[in-house]
C-alpha cells in the first residue's frame, strides 16, 4: 500500500470514532482510541502507560503498543533530537504508522 493512502487512513481512524470502528470493529477501534489518548496526554513517550515492543530496524527506533487481538499499533518517536533505543523515552511526537494483526495491514 502507498504510505500517503495509510497516513490517510491511521489519522482518519485517529480522529473519527465511526471510521475507527468501520475499519477496526469495535474492540479494537476502543484499544486504538485509548492508546491515542494516552500519547496525546503524555508530554514524554516515555510517560505513556503500558507496555511496548521497541524496534529498531533502518536506523529508525519503532514502538509497537498491543491493540488485542493480535492486533499492534506500530508508532515512529519523530523529534529534532536522534532517535535510538536510549532517548526514544523524551521524545514529544510521533507518527502513527499502521495497525497490524497477523502480519496483514488493517490501517
Known amino acids: 500500500m502507498e504510505l500517503s493512502y495509510l497516513t490517510s487512513k491511521i489519522r482518519s481512524a485517529a480522529t473519527d470514532g465511526k ?3 468501520k475499519m477496526l470493529g469495535e474492540d479494537l477501534a476502543r484499544s486504538f482510541h485509548s492508546i491515542v489518548a494516552d500519547i496525546r496526554d ?3 513517550m516515555g ?6 515492543e521497541i524496534e529498531l530496524a533502518d536506523g529508525k527506533i519503532g514502538l509497537n503498543y498491543l491493540l488485542g487481538h493480535l492486533a499492534v499499533l506500530e508508532v515512529e518517536p519523530i523529534g529534532s533530537a536522534p532517535n535510538d533505543v536510549h532517548n526514544w523515552r ?4 510521533v507518527r502513527l504508522l499502521r495497525i497490524v494483526q497477523d502480519g496483514k ?3
Open 42 to 44: 503524555a508530554m514524554y
Open 90 to 93: 523524551q521524545v514529544h511526537r
Open 105 to 107: 495491514v488493517l490501517v
Open 19 to 21: 471510521a475507527a470502528r
Open 47 to 52: 510517560e505513556v502507560p503500558g507496555t511496548q
